[in-house]
């Protein structure tokens, strides 16, 4: 994206921690300045209404007490708490426009594929570091 609040993009990961538990991470950013908009950790998990918390705090926190002018793109994976009926209304009211992408698409979450100067493949900083040691 050429510009920042055009697109976002949403998604969640865990890891253990030191006493056996797993912390779940939901967050938001932006596909231009990869900026993380807002997040919400828990050792319960996610659903739809925490990823509407954090679409919420996001358009606040970019937006103020107002709308965006224009709708913003909320680009996830196809994951319950995501494509839930109730996820999707949220959204368009607060005028994000939900976009899933496949699981196995190269633009995944707004990253796209990138092609180093020998023409290797990589989705990140860190698969280009380790193909480079190979």
């Given at each position: 994206m050429a510009e920042s609040d055009m697109r976002?993009?949403?998604?969640?990961f865990e890891f253990g921690c030191d006493n056996g538990e797993k912390l779940r991470v939901t967050f938001a950013?932006?596909?231009?300045?990869?900026e993380a908009i807002d997040w919400a950790a828990s050792?319960?998990?996610y659903d739809s209404s925490t990823v509407q918390d954090v679409m919420l705090?996001?358009?606040?926190?970019?937006?103020?007490?107002?709308?965006?002018?224009?709708?913003?793109q909320w680009l996830t994976d196809n994951g319950s708490a995501y494509t839930a009926h109730e996820t999707q209304r949220f959204a368009?009211?607060?005028?994000?426009?939900?976009?899933?992408?496949?699981v196995s698409s190269p633009q995944r979450n707004g990253r796209t594929v990138?092609?180093?100067d020998e023409?290797?493949?990589?989705?990140?900083?860190?698969?280009?570091?380790?193909?480079?040691?190979?």
């Amino acid at each position: 994206m050429a510009e920042s609040d055009m697109r976002w993009c949403s998604d969640g990961f865990e890891f253990g921690c030191d006493n056996g538990e797993k912390l779940r991470v939901t967050f938001a950013l932006d596909c231009c300045d990869r900026e993380a908009i807002d997040w919400a950790a828990s050792t319960v998990g996610y659903d739809s209404s925490t990823v509407q918390d954090v679409m919420l705090m996001s358009v606040e926190k970019r937006f103020g007490d107002r709308l965006p002018d224009t709708a913003v793109q909320w680009l996830t994976d196809n994951g319950s708490a995501y494509t839930a009926h109730e996820t999707q209304r949220f959204a368009r009211e607060l005028d994000l426009e939900p976009c899933t992408t496949a699981v196995s698409s190269p633009q995944r979450n707004g990253r796209t594929v990138r092609e180093d100067d020998e023409g290797r493949l990589y989705h990140s900083p860190r698969e280009y570091r380790r193909q480079r040691l190979r």
